[in-house]
């Protein structure tokens, strides 16, 4: 708001008023003052902007004329001057046109389609990152709704075991009573901690050790016997150092029979003591020098039930084909006398006589050998 005490603003008001006394307590003077103020300054401001209008439109003109200038403005658009300026124009292009190389020609065709592609791209980028965007807005909807689904299935699960007193019938108190059952023993298999527990005979673990131990004993017996045997079978066909005369009365196969009846009951005998050995051990029995006599009975009992139970397995065994009998085993491990001996020599010389007797398989003739200091003496003796 403009001070009434500036000169330059006292001789306006004297001009518009016509006369220099101002009433400024007048409401109603002042109001019309105000108004008239304000309708000359729009006044002034309007003239301002036609006189300017006139003259950019009189530029334009000028530029369009002189063809600086392609566009036209709308409201001279129609004007015949520049209807006869655009016509002109477009002759003069289409004649510019025909001057113009193919390479020309071909390169404006090229960046018109690269500005075609280029839109097409910019609308095709638009078109996948909305839909990328919908794809993350309905992916993270529906993980929203699992989780909603899990944690509602969640909660009406726990609802349904739930337990109301207030709630069940008299057809029900079963089912209650089994559900306070089974949160009970919940409870309790959350609470306890794993502890090994061995001293159960019946337990797995004690019942495979028990059954381990068992094949362990029978396998290391089954393997003395063997030994003995192969041992026994060996020495059936060497001789003393001084049984060095030809033993004629005897046959190969009546030889061969003896040393198997040998060592037979040779391992049997072994069989029964070490079976005897292992037994008590096992069982856990405590030594009869510090049992009476009624324990010793009742020991002697619990031997003789044992064995009767471990011959019996044995038998069941044998006839399930578990374990190899005495006859099958040796026939399977069974060595001829002459193959031992051809094994332990040690020089061409006797290598040679014995491949020799084996090779002709002579019936009346039977090796011997004589064992001095490691070295072995093969012995031919000649037919009756």
Request: hydrophobic share 35%.
């Amino acid at each position: 708001m403009h001070s009434y005490n500036i000169p330059r603003i006292t001789a306006r008001l004297e001009g518009l008023m016509g006369t220099n006394v101002v009433r400024l307590t007048d409401r109603a003077y002042m109001h019309q003052l105000r108004k008239s103020h304000e309708a000359d300054c729009q006044a002034k401001l309007q003239e301002r902007i036609d006189k300017r209008e006139a003259q950019e439109m009189e530029r334009e003109r000028k530029l369009v004329m002189q063809g600086k200038e392609t566009r036209i403005p709308e409201d001279m658009r129609n004007h015949p001057v520049f209807k006869i300026n655009q016509k002109t124009n477009e002759i003069i292009a289409k004649r510019r046109s025909k001057l113009k190389t193919n390479r020309e020609k071909n390169a404006e065709r090229l960046i018109r389609q690269g500005m075609k592609w280029e839109r097409n791209r910019l609308v095709f980028e638009d078109l996948e990152k909305k839909k990328e965007l919908e794809l993350q807005a309905r992916k993270i909807q529906q993980t929203g709704l699992e989780e909603q689904y899990r944690s509602e299935d969640a909660l009406r699960g726990l609802d349904l075991l739930r337990i109301h007193d207030k709630k069940w019938k008299p057809c029900e108190l079963d089912l209650k009573k089994f559900l306070e059952t089974e949160e009970a023993l919940m409870k309790q298999r959350f609470i306890r901690k794993p502890v090994q527990y061995n001293s159960d005979p019946k337990d797995v673990r004690n019942v495979a050790k028990a059954r381990k131990k068992f094949r362990e004993t029978e396998e290391r017996i089954r393997k003395r016997l063997e030994e003995q045997l192969a041992a026994n079978t060996i020495n059936g066909s060497i001789t003393k150092p001084h049984l060095v005369q030809p033993v004629s009365s005897l046959s190969r196969k009546a030889l061969e029979t003896a040393t198997k009846q040998s060592a037979m009951t040779l391992s049997v005998a072994a069989y029964e003591k070490e079976r005897d050995a292992f037994l008590p051990s096992d069982v856990g029995l405590q030594s009869n020098e510090n049992l009476s006599a009624k324990e010793l009975d009742s020991q002697h009992e619990t031997d003789v039930n044992y064995k009767a139970i471990f011959q019996k397995k044995m038998e069941n065994d044998v006839k399930n084909d578990l374990i190899m009998t005495k006859e099958a085993f040796d026939a399977l491990h069974y060595e001829d006398p002459l193959i031992a001996l051809l094994k332990a020599t040690d020089n061409v010389h006797d290598l040679y006589r014995i491949a020799k007797d084996i090779i002709l398989q002579d019936s009346n003739q039977v090796v011997e050998t004589v064992i001095d200091g490691g070295s072995v003496t093969p012995l031919t003796v000649a037919s009756q």
